[in-house]
C-alpha cells in the first residue's frame, strides 16, 4: 500500500503559549460542535468522491486536540478511511487529558500520543506561557500507557532567554526518566506579532541565542542518543521502529490530504494547496457545499527537485547529490558525509548549519518560484 496521510487540524486552544504563531484561537470554544461536524462532513465526502483513500496515518494536530471531548475527536477519527496497521497520532496537552480520554480514543485506533512537554522547569514553562508542570507530564504518561498506548512523543523547545544549560539537561533527564520511544526538541524561534516576539522587539526581553542553541542541541543529541534514541530529522530522535511514519510523510513528499482550517494537502506530483484560515470560514464553507481551498501552487519540475532535496537533507537517510566541487567542500569541512556513492547525509556539524548547507547544494539564484494561485 502506498503511504498516505491525513492531517486533521483542530484550532482551539484553553491559552496561547507566548511563542505560537499558529492557526489557533482561544475565544472560539462555542464552534466546536460545528466545527467537528464540518470536518466529519468533508471526510466523507472526500471519501465519496474519491480523494480519500485508507489513510497509513492519521495526525491531530493544532492548537489542541485533547482539548475536545473524546467523543468528538472519536467522531472525526471514525470517519476517516484507515489502513489496518495505521499509525493514529493525537497531540495532546497534559493539562487536558485523563484515563477515560485517553482509553477513549485507545478503544478508537488511537496508537500514538505527542505531548507538548516543552520543558521539566517550572520558570521556563512560565516563560514561555504554558500552564503545566512535570507532575502533570509524568501523570499524563502513566495514563497513557494504562490506556494501552505505549508509543509516545514528548515535544521539548531549547533555547528560552532564562534557561540555562543546568536547566536543559534537567528537562531532557526528566524526559528520559518517563522512557518515551520518542523526542523531538526544537529552537525556540520569535515569530513577529506573539507575545514573546513583542517582548523581543520591545527590548523588554533578550531573544535566543543561537551559539548557545547550538550547545544545547549538542547535549540533546548526546544525550537521547546515549538513551537509545537515534536521530532519524535534525529535530527528531526515537528508538528503531518508533520514528513517526506521517512525518516521514512530509520529508518524503509523499500524499497526504489537509481536513480542517489552515490544513495543507500534497501529492507527490509536486500539486500542494491550504484551506481557509479561520474555523468560521471552513464550517460555512462546508455548510454550502463549497470547497475549502484558499489557495494552491504547483511546483516546476527543477523546484520540486529542489524541494525534495531540501527536505530529505533533513532526514538520516539523507538525499542523492552529484559529485562536485561544493559536495567535496563540504565534506571537507565536516558538515556533509557519504553514505553511498551517490548519497549523503548531514553530519552533527551540517545539521546545525543546515540552512547554509542546503543553499550552497541549492545554488539556487537563477531558479524560477513555483506557480501559486489564490483562490478565495
Known amino acids: ?117 516543552q520543558s521539566m522547569r517550572p520558570h521556563v514553562l512560565a516563560e514561555l506561557g504554558r500552564t503545566h508542570d512535570r507532575a502533570n507530564v509524568e501523570r499524563a504518561v502513566a495514563w497513557a500507557r494504562e490506556a494501552g498506548i505505549d508509543n509516545i512523543n514528548l ?54 541565542d543561537d551559539d548557545v542553541q547550538a550547545d544545547y542541541y549538542a547535549v540533546a543529541d548526546d544525550r537521547l542518543g546515549a538513551a537509545g534514541l537515534g536521530w532519524y530529522e535534525i529535530s527528531n530522535w526515537a528508538r528503531p521502529g518508533h520514528e513517526c511514519r506521517h512525518n516521514l510523510l512530509y520529508w518524503r513528499q509523499a500524499e497526504y490530504v489537509g481536513v480542517g482550517c489552515a490544513a495543507h494537502g500534497h501529492t507527490p506530483a509536486g500539486r500542494r494547496w491550504w484551506n481557509v484560515r479561520t474555523p468560521e470560514r471552513y464550517i460555512e464553507l462546508v455548510a454550502a457545499g463549497e470547497p475549502t481551498e484558499a489557495g494552491r501552487e504547483t511546483l516546476d519540475g527543477q523546484r520540486a527537485a529542489d524541494e525534495r532535496l531540501v527536505l530529505a537533507l533533513r532526514t538520516r537517510a539523507g538525499a542523492d547529490v552529484a559529485a562536485g566541487e561544493t559536495v567535496s567542500g563540504l565534506i571537507d569541512a565536516g558538515l556533509l558525509e557519504r553514505v553511498s556513492a551517490k548519497r549523503v547525509t548531514l553530519t552533527r556539524r551540517g545539521r546545525l548549519l543546515a540552512t547554509d548547507v542546503t543553499a550552497r547544494l541549492l545554488d539556487a539564484a537563477d531558479r524560477p518560484a513555483p506557480v501559486a494561485i489564490s483562490t478565495r
Open 155 to 208: 515535544d521539548l523547545i531549547y533555547g528560552s532567554p532564562s534557561e540555562t544549560l543546568d536547566d536543559w539537561r534537567a528537562s531532557l533527564d526528566g524526559a528520559l526518566a518517563l522512557d518515551p520511544p520518542h523526542v523531538s526538541a526544537y529552537a525556540l524561534t520569535v515569530e513577529a506579532g506573539t507575545p514573546l516576539g513583542q517582548r523581543v522587539a520591545a527590548g523588554e526581553q533578550a531573544g535566543p
Open 1 to 117: 500500500m502506498q503511504p498516505f496521510g491525513v492531517y486533521v487540524h483542530i484550532p482551539f486552544c484553553a491559552s496561547r503559549c507566548d511563542y505560537c504563531d499558529f492557526a489557533t484561537w482561544t475565544d472560539r470554544a462555542h464552534l466546536i460542535d460545528d466545527y467537528v461536524a464540518a470536518c466529519v462532513t468533508d471526510v466523507i465526502r472526500r471519501t465519496a468522491a474519491g480523494g480519500l483513500p485508507a489513510a497509513t496515518s492519521v495526525f491531530f494536530g493544532g492548537g489542541t486536540p485533547s482539548l475536545l471531548a473524546a467523543d468528538e475527536l472519536v467522531r472525526i477519527l471514525d470517519a476517516v478511511p484507515r489502513a489496518d496497521d495505521a499509525e493514529v497520532t493525537v497531540e495532546c496537552n497534559p493539562d487536558s487529558v485523563d484515563l477515560a480520554k485517553l482509553a477513549a480514543y485507545a478503544g478508537a485506533g488511537v496508537n500514538r500520543l505527542s505531548f507538548g512537554v
